[in-house]
Antibody, heavy 118, light 107 residues
Framework: QLQLQESGPGLVKPSETLSLTCTGSGDSINSGGYYWGWIRQSPGKGLEWIGSVYYNGRTYYNPSLNSRATISIDTSKNHFSLNLTSMTAADTAMYYC??????????WGKGTTVIVSS | DIVMTQSPATLSVSPGESATLSCRASQSVANLLAWYQQRPGQAPRLLIYGASTRATGVPARFSGSGSGTEFTLTISSLQSEDFAIYYCQQYSNWPPLTFGGGTKVDI
């Protein structure tokens, strides 16, 4: 059964780029029919979809992020990644990776906390 | 973007009672709607997709209904582990995928 695990720095300075990786275990992420994506949740707030990547590398992003997000996939390493540029305090959040089947997320990682502070 | 509005923001119920949560879309999403449960300190968990299909392992006391712009999640005979925040999410018109603001079910 697929499990996902986020990894990356817990603290990022303002204006820097956040880099997170989501590694799959128990199954391959190189399977058609699934998208692999990122969702975040600011403290005490709801869920915000960041974007998704298909197994073939095609990407989709939330326009609200103004092209700051880049998601890539490396099926040989069974992982996918998120880069988010120009970080500000407003980007402080719990970041989740998830598998997307059709349009809904059926497998989630446990999440990783990212704080933006100097 | 399609705006998802959930009501009420908080629902207070007693164990054993039922709870009815609402989700409204700013435009029709057909039946392309999912519900998630998020317990404190945990990641969201998929409960319902296609507006009414329970995900694998989800107890039968959870049921979803609706289509178009109005949707309902009903939890019958609430158990202690059901006290959580529930989110709806549309996947009809994307990007972006959009979530409702959540309904907290508490005691």
């Amino acid at each position: 059964q697929l499990q996902l695990q986020e990894s990356g720095p817990g603290l990022v300075k303002p204006s820097e780029t956040l880099s997170l990786t989501c590694t799959g275990s128990g199954d391959s992420i190189n399977s058609g029919g699934y998208y692999w994506g990122w969702i975040r949740q600011s403290p005490g707030k709801g869920l915000e979809w960041i974007g998704s990547v298909y197994y073939n590398g095609r990407t989709y992003y939330n326009p609200s992020l103004n092209s700051r997000a880049t998601i890539s996939i490396d099926t040989s390493k069974n992982h996918f990644s998120l880069n988010l540029t120009s970080m500000t305090a407003a980007d402080t959040a719990m970041y989740y990776c998830a598998r997307r089947r059709w349009g809904y997320m059926d497998v989630w990682g446990k999440g990783t906390t990212v704080i933006v502070s100097s | 973007d399609i705006v998802m509005t959930q009501s009420p923001a908080t629902l207070s119920v007693s164990p054993g009672e039922s709870a009815t949560l609402s989700c409204r879309a700013s435009q029709s999403v057909a039946n392309l709607l999912a519900w998630y449960q998020q317990r404190p300190g945990q990641a969201p968990r998929l409960l319902i997709y296609g507006a009414s299909t329970r995900a694998t392992g989800v107890p039968a006391r959870f049921s979803g209904s609706g289509s178009g712009t109005e949707f309902t999640l009903t939890i019958s005979s609430l158990q202690s582990e059901d006290f959580a925040i529930y989110y709806c999410q549309q996947y009809s018109n994307w990007p972006p995928l959009t979530f409702g603001g959540g309904t907290k079910v508490d005691i």
